[in-house]
């Protein structure tokens, strides 16, 4: 091994030390992803009871979400997400109850008072970015958030989110373009699931990963293990202080996989071989989190199973509840469009 490649992986090795999490970190990383698969379990089947109308999963990514929005400050970032991210949703303080209140569009639903179609997150108080259903123009929004925090020299982080598919979009890369000249404290994170909708990696990017188009911009960037929540925080926490002392924008690709369909409405089976959802099923974040926690002797299996059992409860009560609130008047639809005085 040369003295570089030795120097290299000793400063890897500073960095993972530099940023390890605590007993209290570890066990909210297991509650926030736990929750965030069993919300979207729960909700695909009142959609399949008709009691929702559409759903749009983030099974599989949990691990990449959890583990990015960790390492924000709450509070004082900006995320701007995309519609997968319930993971990051709940990291930021949602709770499972309004979760329920967004899936079924209720009145009461602090998104968007059941205006938006379900997982169109938005939170002023929280400081989660309103988002489009245009794909990535969340990208736009977050690098003008950044510029304005530069311009004010308030020390905060955006960090924004999209699926690989969404990176041929002319708005990711003007957000890129726009972020590197201005050295904007912007985190663009790309959850890569491999695939576009029903589209392979390979017919949607000409390059193996999306964070090679860093070079483009002259910005730092990183591929990390998308399946591995510990992996995902321990990249972007370096990230995320870098560009919150002037260090620049990053672009950090996170490997995953999507478990579950496209939506609620989408048949993967038209697509995607049975063989390759088998073999990556047996890399779900979650059961893989729970295992090394477990064989390493962190936690023993009754506080975990005590976790799993605070969560089941906490969805069912959310979903009894939610179901009983009251839905949009007609007269609500007036609300909200015009400056009232």
Known sequence: MTATRTSRRARS?????????????????????????RLNERMLAL?????????????????????????LKRGTDYLAPYYRDLGMMLVF????????????????????????????????????????????????????????????KDPIVVLTCC???STSRGDFHEALNWAAIHQLPVIFFVQNNGYAISERNEKAMPVKHVADRKRAYDMQGAVCDGM???????????????????GGPHLIEAKCYRLWAHSSDDD??????????????????????????????????????????????????AAQWALMQPDPAPEDALGFVYKEL
Do not use: C
Request: avoid cysteine.
């Open 13 to 37: 090795q500073e960095t993972i030390d530099e940023y390890l999490l605590s007993e209290q970190q570890l066990a909210d990383m297991y509650y926030y992803m736990l929750l965030a698969r």
């Open 268 to 317: 993967d089976s038209r697509y995607r071989p049975k063989k390759e959802l088998e073999e990556w099923a047996k890399k779900d974040p979650i059961k893989l989190f729970r295992d090394r926690v477990e064989s390493d002797g962190i936690f023993p299996r009754e506080e975990l199973d005590e976790i799993e059992a605070r969560v089941e409860e906490e969805i069912r009560e």
């Open 93 to 152: 303080g949602m709770t499972a109850r309004e979760a329920m209140l967004n899936l079924l569009a209720k009145r009461d639903d602090w998104n968007s008072y059941g205006r938006q179609m379900p997982s169109h997150w938005g939170s002023p108080d929280r400081k989660i970015v309103t988002q489009s259903s245009v794909v990535t123009t969340q990208f736009v929004h977050a690098a003008g958030i950044a510029l304005a925090a530069k311009m004010k």
């Open 47 to 71: 959609n399949r009871q008709g009691r929702a109308p559409f759903v749009i999963a983030g099974a599989g990514q949990e691990a990449a979400q959890v583990g990015a929005a960790m390492a």
């Open 228 to 246: 591995d929540g510990i992996a995902v925080y321990q990249t972007v926490r370096p990230a995320v202080d870098q560009a919150r002392n002037g």
């Open 163 to 165: 699926g690989e598919g």
